[in-house]
Nanobody, 130 residues
Framework: QVQLVESGGGSVQPGGSLRLSCVAS????????IGWFRQAPGKEREGVSC????????YYAESVRGRFTISRGTAKNMAYLQMNNLKPEDTAVYYC???????????????????????WGQGTQVTVSS
């Protein structure tokens, strides 16, 4: 099965920035909804931002709107999450996921928990602390 691999996490101070990357081998994101999710300690996994590889539509969780930007790389199997003005509450493990185009960006991004998706990768840790 095609796995998505996340990278780019790290430790930053509040107000700092990070760019996360998501790469898959053997598929094109043109045919999927791609989403970034995160899970903080003791909390449920939640959607952060999603985009459609078909029509380019995007969705952002209210908590990150205006600070995070999702994008696709020039390579059709890359996606990014630019995170600016990071806050301590953004601390979490971040994951990317893909679903078929019968989802919408909103329906994917409002999924919660882990059980609805069976291809989670290792994720990448983001820590925001002074």
């Amino acid at each position: 099965q095609v796995q998505l691999v996340e990278s780019g996490g790290g430790s930053v101070q509040p107000g700092g920035s990070l760019r996360l990357s998501c790469v898959a081998s053997g598929i094109s994101f043109n045919y999927y909804i791609i989403g970034w999710f995160r899970q903080a300690p003791g909390k449920e996994r939640e959607g952060v931002s999603c985009f459609s590889g078909d029509d380019g539509s995007t969705y952002y969780a209210e908590s990150v709107r205006g600070r995070f930007t999702i994008s696709r790389g020039t390579a059709k199997n890359m996606a990014y999450l630019q995170m600016n003005n990071l806050k301590p509450e953004d601390t979490a493990v971040y994951y990317c996921a893909r679903v078929p185009l019968n989802y919408t960006v909103q329906s994917m991004c409002t999924m919660r928990g882990e059980s609805w998706y069976h291809r989670w990768g290792q994720g990448t840790q983001v820590t925001v602390s002074s």
